[in-house]
């Protein structure tokens, strides 16, 4: 029987700016790219939005401007065949400005601007719909280190991580969750991407506002358990993190995700202290050493 152990690498989550992004092709599935329009369009970049919305304004106008010229000389003090005074004659229609100096003369034209109004009043509604969407999305400015570490704690190997609050708030019923991906080969040959959970020493806290060091003990009963470094490499071994919470600012659950690959899983290190307190009794948390480790004493 053979058994299919030199997979090429899988793709990796990776957690930038707050998204999670996996790129991955999905064979026969449909991109539904018109289906799922709305959600595409919410997904989209805030210059991909831009420009999206400038390039369906300038189109929308520019075929009202050649249903206007299709009628002949059909607006008042327009030169005849010119596009360019129909698609300005367009945009006023359509935004319902009405300078008055160019005015429909026709039945013809009458149709048409009745139909652009009624048109740019659903466009309208449709992006500042979509724009406000967009702002009112809950985000978390959660940030998590580059490295995961595992040193010594209580006498016990225990792997660690840090995840700090970037906004002067507080995130409230904050809930963390570790999950251990690696490849796994079954007795019958059968590759497999397996998941474990990892029980962490304190999975919640009812006020996340500075910062967070996650801990999982490495004991028997831990998946992590008398593996070494080389052996997660070689699994492939990824731990991906999950932090979800309430806002206490807009009261609007968020949530922040990241993943710590192999290479980025340091061992016999521990991480520099960042909180400081002074004279006064305020607490000072240094950010610039929120990645710093040093070797165990």
């Known amino acids: 029987m053979k058994i299919h152990r030199n997979r090429p690498p899988l793709p990796r989550l990776v957690s930038r700016k707050g998204q999670f992004t996996l790129n991955i092709v999905k064979l026969g599935v449909p991109r539904l790219h018109f289906a799922d329009l709305y959600h595409r369009l919410l997904t989209l970049s805030w210059p991909q939005f831009f420009m999206l919305i400038c390039l369906c304004y300038i189109l929308t106008n520019s075929l009202f401007a ?5 009628g ?4 008042a003090n327009a030169r005849p065949g010119s596009f360019k005074d129909a ?10 400005i009405g300078y008055g100096a160019m005015y429909p003369r026709t039945e013809y034209a009458n149709t048409i601007v009745a139909s652009e109004a009624f048109f740019g009043l659903w466009g309208v509604a449709m992006v500042t719909g979509l724009a406000f969407s967009r702002f009112s ?16 704690f209580n006498g016990v190997p225990t792997l660690m991580y840090r995840a700090g609050n970037q906004r002067f708030n507080q995130i409230l019923e904050a809930q963390q969750r570790a999950t251990l991906i690696r490849d ?4 019958e040959g059968v590759f497999m991407r397996r998941f474990y959970d990892l029980q962490l020493m304190r999975s919640q806290s009812p006020i996340f506002a500075l910062s967070w060091t996650v801990m999982h003990a ?30 206490d600012t807009v009261s609007q659950t968020i949530h922040a995700r990241h993943s710590f690959v192999a290479s980025e899983i340091m061992w016999n290190k521990r991480f520099v202290d960042i909180i400081d307190r002074q004279p006064d009794g305020s607490l000072v948390v240094d950010y610039t050493l929120f990645d710093d480790v040093k070797p165990v004493e």
């Not at 050649?66 to 299709?70: C, D, G, Q, T, V």
């Not at 002949?72 to 607006?75: E, F, K, N, S």
């Not at 004991?219 to 932090?243: C, G, N």
Request: glycine residues 2%.
């Open 184 to 187: 796994e080969v079954t007795l």
């Open 66 to 70: 050649l249903a206007y010229l299709a």
């Open 218 to 247: 490495i004991d028997e009963s831990s998946p992590l358990y008398q593996l070494t470094a080389k052996d997660l490499i070689e699994q492939q071994a990824e731990i991906v993190i999950t932090l979800t919470g309430i806002d």
């Open 137 to 152: 999305r809950p985000t978390a400015r959660v940030i998590f280190s580059r490295v995961a570490v595992i040193a010594p």
């Open 72 to 75: 002949g000389d059909c607006i």
């Open 87 to 96: 698609f300005y004659f367009s945009v006023q229609t359509m935004a319902t």
